[in-house]
Structures are given as C-alpha cells and as structure tokens.
C-alpha cells in the first residue's frame, strides 16, 4: 500500500514537474517574444535618441564655432578670388580667406561682414558693410558679393559715389588683404523652423538670401522654398545661372524672376518670368502666403509695401522678416503743440559737454560729430550696431523701418535715432 502511494506521488509530482515545465516554456516563449518586441523598440528609441543627441552636438558645436571661436575687432583677410556676377560687371563677389590661415567661424544664414579700409586722401578709415552671400556650410571661405554703387539717384551734383563699394572694385585685387570683423546681424533665416518659406529680393539685396537657400539646400532641407527676384533686365540680373541651375535640380525650390524694365534682348520665359515689380498680387499668382515665412532684402520702399500688404492678408508679424540696404529717411521736423521747434538737452558724460539738439540738428550721430565728440561710426543705417551707445537717461526714437528688437536694455543707436526727451548718453 505504501509503495502504491509512494508510486502516484511520484507520478503526480511528475505531472507537476512537466505541466511547471510546459508553463515555464510558455513564459520563456512569451518573454522572449516580448522583449524582442522591446529589444527592437529600444533600438528604435536608442537610434532616435542617437540621431537627436547628435543634431544637438552640431548644433552646440555651431553655436561654439559662431560665439566662442569668434574673434573680436578686425581681423586680415585675403582676397583669394573676384567673379562678376552679372552682365552689366556693376556686382563682384569677393571670396575671402583668414591671413592668418586660421579658424573660420560660422555664422547664421543672412547675416554680414563689416569692412574696414584706409584709402589715400581719406583722413578716417571708410567702412560698409555687405552680406555674406554663401552657404555657411562652405567652410574654407567667406564670399560677399558687391554693387559699385554710383551718388543716390536724388543727391545734388558733385555728390560722390559710394566709397566702400568703388574701393572693392577698383581697388581690391586678388592677393589683397581688408580688414574684416566678425559675421554678425539680426537678419538671418530661423534655422529650427520647418515652415515653407519665402525669399524676396529686390536687385542687390537678393544677397543674404543666397545665403538662406544655398544653406538650405547644402542642408538637404526639404521645406519649400519660393524664390522671387526682381531686377530692371538681364543686364542687372545676378547670379543667373546658379540660381537656375538650384530651381532645376531641386524639385522644392522654385525661383520667379520679374523685370521692370526688359529690354529687347530679354526673353520672357528664359530670362523672367514676370513683366513689373515684385508685389504682393504677384506672389499670390503663384502661392497662398498664409503658410509661409517671408524674408525680403531690398529698397525700403518694396519691402515695407509687401510686408504691409502681407500683414492684411493675414500672415503674422513674427513669420515677416526684412533688411533694407540703404540708410534710413532723415528724422521728421518736430514741433511743439504752440508750433515752436522742439529742442533737447543732451549731456555727453564722459565728453563733459552739454548741448542743444534742435530738428535740423539730424540724427545723434552726426550732431556728435559736429560738436567735436567721437562715436565709433558703422554701417550708419543701424543694421550693424557698431556705433551703439549707453544712455544713461531719456528716450530716443527711431524711424518707422527700425528692425524689430533693436536695443537691448539701456544702449541705443545714435546713427539713426533722434531724442525724445532730454538725453544724458555715456560717450
């Protein structure tokens, strides 16, 4: 009898034995399905993970090259090569290398260089300044591309040409050093941004947005990208076959070229595509612009038109970006309530003077300068900030084209402010 009972114990623990295995089986089986499923998921989360932390190691590594690798003052560059960019030879780029042959920083799409230049019979170095008119990405060069500009249309006779850009023409040859500070400026495209975008340039201002969509495309960014260009004719037209050649072989990018004024060797369909000016009405004929961010270059008066024509159709102010490449307008006359001219007080601190600015005194700038009081001078249009000063009390005010957030706190730009109160200014 024992042994009957010993004998199905021990089958019993024997089915139990084999029905743990089987179980065991089962859960080994389910486990192992289970974290393959998680071993694959993992993986994927690990190379998302790794591609990630990999944009953000460049985008740190940019951010290092653009700030910490940087240089401050002037630094000698070399002028490696000059191409004509135009049938009309009136705009020259100029590639530039480092004398020192050392680092070359990177910098934001859009932005530009200052140049500085002492000419014979110049009794102060002459400076201006000209976007970088290339892709960050080309990392052995800088390149800007520059219009010899003759005297403003409206300017008296005898009014000379424009100094910086008849020096780069007719004087700068290959081999030649300038002096250059580094790439810097508030115009530049939104880098994070995955919107569609929209490039508009008037003549020579089509330059830092050859820089946007040459960064884009070195990029192999897939936003879409609407390139409209607007010159008087062929002769004018710039960069002819590289911005072509970009629009044919990507199928994002397409580029809308309108002259103004075609002469009888322009070919409608070849060399434009538009008759007139670029406006708004002509960029509706093509897209809805409702989506798009807008970056434009040009006269004031065209970019200050489209981006008010824009803003009634309802795009947004923070997706609207512009740079003009000519001085601001002259301040307005200003008048008291009675109709007396106003007049302010300013107080030069470190100069130890205290003067009186009426309306035909001009920008701060220049009633300095006239009063024997030196403020670095820069671009005078307010796009480079070389000139910005510490006001220490009052307020100034600016002309209706100033750029979005100018001033930082405390610091403003007398090139092209006028005051609004009495001034105490740290110069």
């Not at 200052?114 to 990392?139: C, H, M, N, Q």
């Not at 340039?201 to 960064?215: F, Q």
Request: glycine share 8%; aromatic share 10%.
């Amino acid at each position: 009898m024992m042994l009957q009972i010993d004998t199905m114990l021990a089958v019993s623990g024997l089915l139990t034995v084999t029905a743990a295995l089987a179980q065991a089986a089962v859960g080994i089986g389910t486990a192992f399905a289970r974290n393959k499923r998680e071993v694959l998921f993992d993986k994927s989360r690990i190379e998302r993970f790794d591609a990630l932390a990999a944009a953000v190691r460049e985008r740190e590594q940019t951010d290092r090259e653009r700030n910490v690798l940087s240089w401050t003052g002037k630094r000698k560059f070399r002028i490696r090569q000059r191409v004509y960019e135009n049938p009309n030879f009136d705009i020259c780029s100029f590639y530039l290398v480092p004398h020192d042959q050392g680092f070359l920083p990177s910098f934001r799409p859009g932005q530009f260089l200052r140049f500085e230049a002492t000419v014979p019979g110049e009794t102060l170095p002459i400076s201006g300044i000209y976007s970088l008119s290339d892709s960050p990405t080309k990392d052995a060069h800088y390149r800007v591309s520059v219009k010899k500009m003759g005297p403003p249309a409206d300017a008296p006779e005898g009014t000379p040409p424009g100094r910086c850009s008849n020096y780069f023409h007719d004087s700068l040859k290959e081999g030649d050093t300038i002096d250059v500070y580094a790439p810097s400026g508030p115009f530049f495209i939104d880098d994070e941004s995955e919107r569609p975008v929209v490039l508009i340039a008037g003549g020579v201002g089509l330059t830092p947005l050859v820089s946007m969509i040459t960064w884009l495309v070195d990029t192999e960014s897939h936003r879409e990208v609407w390139f409209f260009y607007g010159v008087r004719n062929r002769g004018e037209h710039a960069m002819y076959e590289m911005l072509r050649k970009l629009a044919d072989e990507h199928s994002n990018i397409h580029l809308v070229v309108a002259y103004s004024r075609p002469s009888e060797n322009c070919t409608k369909g070849t060399d434009y595509d538009a008759e007139g000016r670029i406006t708004t009405d002509l960029i509706r004929s093509y897209i809805d612009p409702i989506k798009y961010e807008f970056y434009m270059c040009g006269l004031p008066a065209m970019t200050k038109k489209i981006a008010a024509d824009l803003k009634a159709l309802g795009v947004e102010d923070g997706h609207i970006s512009f740079e003009a490449f000519l001085p601001p307008p002259p301040p307005k006359k200003k008048k008291s309530v009675d109709g007396d001219t106003i007049s302010f007080q300013i107080e030069f601190k470190k100069s130890k003077k205290t003067l009186t600015w009426t309306e035909g005194d001009g920008f701060l700038w220049q009633f300095a300068k006239e009063n024997g009081i030196t403020i670095a001078k820069g671009c005078m249009s307010g796009i480079d900030r070389f000139c910005e000063t510490t006001i220490l009390s009052g307020e100034v005010e600016y002309p209706e084209t100033k750029p979005k957030d100018r001033d930082p706190s405390g610091s403003f730009l007398p090139c092209i402010a006028t005051p609004k109160t009495d001034l105490v200014l740290d110069c």
